[in-house]
């Protein structure tokens, strides 16, 4: 049965609180992201319809959010999530270059894991770090001024930390 732990479900309730009675819905990005995090790092459908049944919306509400927001995994994902930005400033210095690049040094496509379940390869929309171009993040961190030899260590320091 999918349920938050008690702390996370008081977390929610704090969350629900600081919003007008019958605006529960305004919760529902930091509660995906708590699902998100508490669920396997991705949001399955019986999750998604979990946090439906807590905030008292229709799933579908939930599902048009988690699909809208780049930030919201609706698959598996692995150990490491690269998300590239693939928006026009990135594109012009070169994002289509390290995409493909990533694809050929990890063997993946653009949305799938590798086999080891360690990587996963994510295009998404801006991430507000035009200048720095061409640019990705994982997990929480941000790499800019991406070249080949800037992924290479980014992916051995990832193997690295893993082992």
Request: net charge negative; glycine share 8%; charged share 20%.
């Amino acid at each position: 049965m999918i349920q938050f732990n008690e702390t996370s479900l008081k977390k929610v309730a704090e969350i629900i609180a600081r919003y007008p009675e019958g605006k529960q819905k305004s919760a529902l990005l930091p509660v995906l992201h708590m699902a998100q995090v508490e669920f396997g790092g991705w949001l399955a459908v019986p999750v998604m319809d979990y946090v439906a049944t807590l905030l008292q919306i229709e799933p579908i509400e939930v599902y048009e959010v988690a699909s809208f927001y780049s930030m919201y995994n609706l698959k598996p994902v692995g150990k490491y999530l690269f998300e590239v930005c693939q928006t026009g400033p990135c594109m012009l210095n070169g994002s289509d270059n390290i995409i493909d690049y990533i694809k050929q040094k990890l063997n993946i496509g653009v949305g799938e894991t590798t086999a080891d379940g360690m990587f996963t390869l994510k295009t998404v929309e801006c991430l507000g770090a035009c200048g720095y171009a061409p640019m990705m993040q994982f997990g929480k961190t941000y790499r800019e001024h991406l070249t080949k030899e800037k992924v290479d260590s980014i992916i051995e320091e990832c193997r690295a930390k893993a082992n």
